[in-house]
């Protein structure tokens, strides 16, 4: 079986593949202050709950935008799983050439969500991912990485808007039944959250303007669902693209391994 293993800035997500599917998935917070043996107790708790050991597992692959993160993943591997893990970054086969500035400055998670994105679709593609940033990433027909844009997430704004007005409350995010909103929380919660969709239909609008083809728009993260259900620039939600992205890299770098 393989592990695959995405680090965020908030969450950490687990998946365990057998072959190409997809039959266990976790999320846990992400914390830099954890140590190895902290994770691996996490880790070999969610197992134990899914029927599964450390032994089952035959191969490891992560990618990570936290990079002291991948100390700690290493050393979780090598100490519990006695694997050494694949790790996206520079050097990895993708199968997808990279039309930036400087390819490096882009994130191992946008790579993953554009790999597995256009290996679905075969087409033009804007993926949007709801993460602790939002991030809009343009592939092109043929299958290069154009670019895209990088937003402040939800949960950053939102606490934005906690921490520096001092009569706002923290509030939850939802969709609120209408935009006029007849109390505080409310009113907050419309803001943000419709504010969040005039967001993505902005920024997905202008890149369609930019772009020579006809291009469809797959979201991703969290907090997809919802937005999508509020807008109808996004085309589907993939909550699990970057783990499948994550799979499909592992199959094309089984001879090309990279350790940390």
């Known amino acids: 079986m393989l592990l695959v293993i995405d680090v965020g800035n908030s969450n950490t997500v687990l998946g365990i593949y057998d072959q190409q599917k997809l039959v266990n998935d976790w999320r846990v917070g992400t914390d830099k202050y954890r140590t190895v043996d902290e994770y691996a107790m996490l880790i070999n708790e969610l197992f134990r709950l899914a029927g599964l050991q450390f032994t089952d597992l035959d191969d490891v692959i992560v990618s990570s935008v936290v990079p002291t993160m991948l100390d700690t993943i290493s050393g979780l591997c090598h100490n519990y799983f006695k694997l050494t893990p694949y790790v996206v970054g520079p050097g990895m086969k993708t199968g997808m050439p990279i039309q930036y500035e400087n390819p490096r400055e882009v994130g191992a998670d946008r790579i993953v969500n554009a790999v597995a994105a256009y290996e679905k679709s075969r087409c033009s593609l804007i993926v949007v991912d709801f993460g602790t940033a939002t991030t809009f990433d343009v592939i092109s027909t043929n299958g290069s990485y154009q670019g895209g844009a990088i937003a402040p997430g939800v949960g950053i704004s939102a606490d934005a808007l ?33 504010g969040y969709v005039g967001l993505v239909e902005g920024i997905v609008g202008r890149m369609k303007k930019e772009l020579p083809e006809a291009t469809r728009v797959i979201a991703t993260g969290g907090l997809a669902a919802p937005i999508a259900a509020a807008t109808d620039c996004i085309d589907s939600v993939e909550p699990f693209l970057t783990l499948e992205g994550l799979r499909i890299l592992y199959e094309r770098n089984c001879d090309l391994r990279q350790s940390i």
């Open 162 to 194: 906690f921490e520096r007005a001092s009569k706002l409350p923290r509030v939850e995010f939802s969709c609120p039944d209408q935009i006029i909103a007849k109390n505080t929380v409310n009113s907050m919660q419309a803001g943000i959250f419709f």
